[in-house]
C-alpha cells in the first residue's frame, strides 16, 4: 500500500502553521469515502419529499402537454418511434429527468461548503477522487432512480421493452446519469451561491437539452443546427436511449448505432470526471496557500 505525505498550511492567531496529511492510494481507503458521501446524497434527497415530487411531476407535464400540443403536424421519418409526437418524445422526457435531477442534485456541494460538513470532508485523510466519486454516485443512482420509474409510463403509449431492452436502456442511462452529474460537479465546485448556481445553469442546460433531438430530430434542422447537435454529447445519449428503448419493436436494426451512442457518452462521462478531480484538487490548493 503506497503511502504519500503532504501538509496543508494555514493560520491561527497571527502564526502559520503545518498540519500533516496522510493520503493511502489503497482502493479500501477511497471506496469506503465515496459510499458513505454516496449515501448521504440518497438519504438527504429521499427526507426532502418535494424534491422527489418536482423532480417527477414537471417532466410528466411536459411529456404530457406537449405531446397533446404538438402532436398532430409531427413527423419524425425513420427514427425509430416516431410514430406520435408523444412517443417520439418518451425518450427526450427521460433525458430531461436525468438532466435536471443529475446536475442539480450537485446544489449540495453549496450547501455543504455554506454548512461547513465540505471543509471537515477536505481536510479528511482520503484522496480528493474518493470526495468526486461519492458526490457524482449520488447524484447519478438519484437521476437514474427517476428515470427508471418514468420508464414505467411506457405501456401506457404502447412502448413495449423486453428485458434486454430495460437492461441496455438501464445501462444508457446510467452512463449519461454520471456525465451529467460531474458536468454538474464541475460547475458547482466553483460556486459560491445557490442563486449564481441555478442562473448558470438554466441558461446551460435548456439550449443543451433543446438540442439533443428530444423535441426534434436532427434531420429535421438547419444546416448549421444539425452541427451543433451532432457534436451535442447529449444528443447521443437521448439517441441511445431511443434506440434501446424501441430494440424490441425492430429487431432488425443494426445495433452499431447503439453501441456507438454508449462509447461517445462513456468518453464524455469519463472526460467530465477526470475534469471534476483535477477542478477539486487545482481549488483545494489554492485555498490552502
Known sequence: MAIVASGIRGEAVGKRYDVPVVKTTAPSTWLLPAVSLCQRELVR??????????????????????????????????????????????????????????????????????????????????????IVLGKVLGGTLLATGQGVLFLLLGPLIHVHFALGSFLLCLAMMLIVSFGLTSLGFCIAWRMSSAQGFHAVMNLFLMPLW???????PADGARGGLQWIMRANPLAYGVEGIRRALYLADSPSQPLTPLVGCLLICGLSAAVLFALGTVICRSRVAADFQ
Open 45 to 130: 434527497f429521499l427526507r426532502q419529499k418535494h424534491r422527489v415530487l418536482g423532480a417527477l411531476a414537471t417532466p410528466i407535464l411536459f411529456w404530457v402537454l406537449l405531446g397533446a400540443g404538438m402532436g398532430g403536424g409531427f413527423h419524425a421519418g425513420g427514427s425509430p418511434g416516431g410514430g406520435s409526437f408523444i412517443e417520439y418524445f418518451f425518450p427526450g422526457t427521460v433525458a430531461m429527468i436525468l438532466l435536471f435531477t443529475a446536475v442539480f442534485s450537485t446544489i449540495s456541494i453549496i450547501e455543504d461548503r455554506r454548512e461547513g460538513f465540505l471543509q471537515a470532508v477536505l481536510v479528511a485523510p482520503v484522496p480528493r477522487v474518493a
Open 210 to 216: 433543446f438540442l439533443s433531438g428530444a423535441l426534434f
